[in-house]
């Protein structure tokens, strides 16, 4: 559920967790009070936007915020102008929104529909998220090298046309090559309206616009599940796909219309970073959901194996790519900020244990608990509502006794929420799925407000979109992980329950991590001094 926040000078961006930006390279003393006093005298601190939907990205916010005020640069834009390229750039965000949360219900008939296993069946999901995951950063790049608006048009088209695409397919094959291509849409899609909101509003107006894109958010992500069930149930998963090619024309329609003229900037793009990190991640997920049990004449030890070594291998390719290239797409300085990793490596702990919960339950849903659709879609709720309606209380709670207070105490409480979702498989649907499901949201709700305001604070300004696009794409790399791993479980009697013990094991991990490597605002403060 998506809810925007103003966080004034004392707030999360530049109040209790500002402590991060200490961490940032070439950040000295003067530079961070230099930082805190634009802070607290422009309005350089702007709503934060949360996300109910797990596998929508933590930090949109920054993507925004990022973006030069068109009004310094002398553009000023109708207001009425404004508001019809925000209504784009909200259909165009909900065609992602509504994909992601209403397929999810959708999948166990998918599944029955083709006749497929868990391994096969997951690359329907996998094979989007793996194209959005490794192109999303360069799908950025693109928007500034040729226009956003253009670029969202094109971005918009071609989600639209694979959409159809996926509606029309006759087979799993058919259908897993056209999420591929929707992926390859999203990774033009997503980046490009959120920057093409920062590029048109001014600071000024900024939170009203970003609020206006929360709340649209938060009716597609906490209504998609519902959505999606009532879709499937009544006319097939198909019609899942079929409501975005009409979202489609009529964001291209409105963006064509009344589009402002678009700046340009130089940019030269990580291809064959892009590219490895792909195969890297595509080879990992292969050889985690393939561990499931052998089928007769099919022993898969060695092509495992050799699938997760070349993966691993790749990503260690990857990382010294990024070192030689003169235009990487994760500059190697971020690995020597020690609160940014932290704050990445908590978030890919804990969205992964969400892949794996939501895929988990869905099939748990229909198939064991024998639910409707629509009724599994609704069983969700819980968790939409209580990130909706308490993150604005808990980011204020944040602001009072700190981010790193509550960046533990989410986590654990989402690990304990995955036990009782995993001891209560045998329980009634309220206590077994209801309970620990809302406890969930309440969880989510205490991370990821401080988690976006973190992230963002632990770098400089002027790199605060390429850290949001960073902390995007690691947990859209979460979702790709987590789906595998639970791909694989599900393929045993006893997948269920272990796999949720899986996530809870990863989500309270990511509290650890966040004990152990996250600098104290005490400690940090000493160092400076």
Sequence with gaps: MGLSRSVGCHGLVCGRSSWMSGSSPGMTPSAWQAKNSICRSTHACYPYVLMAQPFVEPCSRGIIAAEPCPRELGREIAPRRRRMVLAACVL???????????????????????????????????????????????????????????????????FGLTSAACALASSLDWLIACRVAQGIAAAILTP????????????????????????????TTAGGPVLGGWLTESF?????????????????????????????EARRFDLAGAAVLAFALGAIAWALSQAGPDKPGMPKVVPI??????????????????????????????????????????TLLVYTALGIMFFLLSFELIDQ???????????????????GLLSQPFGAMADKIGARVMLIAGPLGAALALVLLAVGEAASLAIGVVGPIALLGLSLAVLVAPLTASVMSSVADADQGLASGVNNAVSRIAQLVGIAVAAD???????????????????????????????????????NQ
């Design 92 to 158: 165009a965000s909900s065609m992602a929104f509504i994909d992601g949360s209403a397929l999810s219900v959708a999948l166990p008939k998918l599944r029955e529909y083709f006749g497929a296993d868990f391994a096969s069946v997951q690359w329907v999901l996998n094979g989007y998220v793996l194209a959005l995951a490794a192109l999303t950063l360069i799908g950025g790049a693109l928007a500034d090298h040729y226009g956003k608006a253009p670029m969202l048009i094109a971005g918009c088209l071609a």
């Design 192 to 219: 490009s309206s959120l920057a093409l909101i920062g590029a048109t509003y001014p600071k000024e107006e900024r939170n009203r616009a970003i609020g206006v894109w929360a709340g649209a958010s938060a009716l």
């Design 236 to 264: 097939g998963w198909q019609w899942v796909f079929a409501i975005n090619p009409p979202l489609a024309l009529i964001a291209v329609a409105l963006l064509i219309a009344y589009a402002p003229p678009d700046q340009h």
């Design 305 to 346: 194996v050799m699938a997760a070594a070349l993966g691993v291998a790749a990503l260690a390719g990857y990382a010294l790519w990024e070192r030689a290239s003169t235009h990487p797409m994760t500059p190697p300085w971020l690995g020597r900020n020690r609160a940014f990793v932290a704050l990445n490596v908590a």
């Design 369 to 387: 608990r024998r639910l409707s659709p629509t009724e599994a879609g609704l069983v969700f709720l819980p968790f939409t509502l209580g990130v």
């Design 489 to 527: 479980v599900a393929s045993y009697a006893f997948g269920y329950k272990v796999g949720l013990l899986i996530a809870a094991v990863l989500a309270a991990g990511g509290a650890i991590v966040i004990a152990a490597m996250l600098p104290s605002p005490g400690r940090l403060h000493a160092s």
